[in-house]
Nanobody, 125 residues
Framework: QVQLVESGGGLVQPGGSLRLSCEASGFTLDDYAIGWFRRAPGKEREGVSCISRYHGNTYYADSVKGRFTISRDNAKNMVYLQMNSLKPEDTAVYFC??????????????????WGQGTQVTVSS
């Protein structure tokens, strides 16, 4: 049974940092592409970053490029999203998602079959 559990959210001041974690269970992490998505109040869920199966190639939305870093630790079955230089517009519920049929890199929500429950990130002074 594929399960994803996010953690690491919280309240942070603008310019601060947070590291989100996504704990995966029930599958071999390296066989799956992993994406991070977020949903801000009143907005659609949007893709933030993703990491490909096997090769670990990464991709970022323009809004977070240069500030966020996605990484994967296959031995620990963990995926991380390091978020630096946070802005108020980064406030959202952040979700990790997984799929074993994604070819390459994509932030299309419909490509991911498995989702975590989300973790709240609030950037405010």
């Amino acid at each position: 049974q594929v399960q994803l559990v996010e953690s690491g959210g919280g309240l942070v001041q603008p310019g601060g940092s947070l590291r989100l974690s996504c704990e995966a269970s029930g599958f071999t992490l390296d066989d799956y592409a992993i994406g991070w998505f977020r949903r801000a109040p009143g907005k659609e869920r949007e893709g933030v970053s993703c990491i490909s199966r096997y090769h670990g190639n990464t991709y970022y939305a323009d809004s977070v490029k240069g500030r966020f870093t996605i990484s994967r630790d296959n031995a620990k079955n963990m995926v991380y999203l390091q978020m630096n230089s946070l802005k108020p517009e980064d406030t959202a519920v952040y979700f990790c998602a997984a799929d074993d049929e994604v070819a390459g890199l994509t932030l299309a929500r419909d490509e991911y079959d498995y989702w975590g429950q989300g973790t709240q990130v609030t950037v405010s002074s």
